[in-house]
């Protein structure tokens, strides 16, 4: 009796022999028995024998990156559901950071969820996805790692890239034509409603800071008078002390030393504030010293007023902008180069 491989091989060898002993019975006028068909049971552990499966099927644990109506598709086994999950990508404005997110928001026993480029180097989370997409990248999924290789999608000749180029320039007119005008009034709508609020806020504040400003300014003038008084007491006292009391010989080392000292009076003031000693920044900054020491007892916020005036400024800034047509495509700074 043969072995079950050799039975198997003898009755396929028969099976396979049926056709041409059916065509020469045919041409003899001789009848063959009725075909009888070979059943297969199987028998014993899959594991004490060698197979060799081909399979189109992809592997349910492996991440894969199809493109379905132009948009690139993930497919990836959720660990904790063990179930695959598919996530439609915009490549132009999905970054990687918001598709690691909605990874982690279906599974929430996702923990650790990141991208890196094939020789290991971290994708940043700020990048798009269609510059991942570009390349073969890494998934790292807790503690799991997929390699994902991207398809080569089919570049588009130079004639359907200008025809597209062409749709959207159009699809962007036509917007522009139809939405442009209601967008203006409603973003005017709301730039004038925040800059009422903002005016609202500083009343209070900038009423405080007249005060304030009035208060320090007046204490700097009196300064400054001060100062001139000092200086014409001590010009009298050097001459009365010179023609009166003393003479010049005895007063011209005087004269020298107060001299001297003044010049390191100006250079000590130059090493500590770093500015020359100059009388309009001198007086800016008794000024602002005098100012900073009202705000403090008068509790008046300088931060906060500063804020409020930057955004008033940004505001109002919009607003010429926004009535001025020409310049809503272009940048705030290329507008203050030309004005």
Same mark, same amino acid.
Request: glycine share 4%.
């Given at each position: 009796?043969?072995?079950?491989?050799?039975?198997?091989?003898?009755?396929?060898?028969?099976?396979?022999?049926?056709?041409?002993?059916?065509?020469?019975?045919?041409?003899?006028?001789?009848?063959?028995?009725?075909?009888?068909?070979?059943?297969?049971?199987?028998?014993?552990?899959? =594991?004490?024998?060698?197979?060799?499966?081909?399979?189109?099927?992809?592997?349910?644990?492996?991440? +894969?990156v199809s493109y379905r109506y132009g948009l690139p598709v993930v497919t990836l086994?959720?660990?904790?559901?063990?179930?695959?999950?598919?996530?439609t990508i915009k490549p132009m404005l999905t970054r990687v950071g918001t598709f690691l997110?909605?990874?982690?928001?279906?599974? $929430?026993?996702?923990?650790?969820?990141?991208?890196?480029? +094939?020789?290991?180097?971290?994708?940043?989370?700020?990048?798009?996805m269609e510059i991942l997409l570009m390349n073969d990248f890494k998934l790292v999924i807790n503690n799991t790692t997929y390699s994902v290789q991207v398809p080569v999608k089919e570049k588009w000749s130079r004639e359907h890239a200008t025809e597209a180029e062409d749709i959207k320039s159009l699809v962007h007119?036509? &917007?522009?034509?139809?939405?442009?005008?209601?967008?203006?009034l409603r973003r005017e709508r709301e730039l004038l409603q925040k800059l009422d609020h903002l005016r609202e806020q500083l009343v209070p504040l900038e009423q405080m800071k007249a005060k304030i400003a009035t208060s320090a300014d007046a204490k700097t003038n009196r300064l400054l008078w001060t100062g001139l008084a000092l200086l014409s007491t001590q010009g009298g006292a050097l001459a009365w002390l010179t023609w009166w009391v003393y003479s010049w010989d005895i007063m011209e080392p005087v004269t020298y030393f107060i001299t001297y000292g003044s010049a390191l009076a100006f250079y000590a003031y130059f090493v500590l504030t770093?500015?020359?000693?100059?009388?309009?920044?001198? $007086?800016?900054?008794? &000024?602002?010293?005098?100012?900073?020491? =009202?705000?403090r007892s008068q509790h008046f916020d300088?931060?906060?007023?500063? $804020?409020? =005036?930057?955004?008033?400024?940004?505001?109002?800034?919009?607003?010429?902008?926004?009535?001025?047509?020409?310049?809503?495509?272009?940048?705030?700074?290329?507008?203050?180069?030309?004005?």
């Open positions: 009796m043969l072995p079950p491989a050799g039975q198997l091989l003898r009755s396929a060898r028969g099976r396979w022999q049926q056709p041409l002993a059916a065509a020469a019975a045919a041409r003899s006028g001789r009848s063959l028995p009725a075909p009888q068909m070979l059943r297969l049971k199987q028998t014993g552990n899959l =594991k004490h024998h060698k197979a060799a499966c081909y399979s189109t099927l992809v592997p349910s644990d492996e991440v +894969t086994m959720l660990p904790s559901r063990k179930e695959r999950c598919q996530f997110q909605d990874i982690q928001k279906e599974d $929430k026993g996702i923990e650790r969820a990141e991208v890196f480029t +094939t020789d290991g180097s971290k994708i940043p989370t700020t990048a798009l007119r036509l &917007f522009i034509a139809l939405h442009l005008e209601d967008h203006q770093k500015q020359d000693y100059v009388y309009p920044d001198v $007086k800016d900054r008794q &000024f602002l010293h005098y100012f900073y020491r =009202k705000s300088v931060e906060q007023y500063n $804020k409020l =005036k930057e955004a008033l400024a940004e505001v109002e800034e919009s607003l010429r902008r926004l009535h001025q047509p020409l310049h809503l495509q272009l940048p705030i700074q290329e507008i203050n180069d030309k004005d």
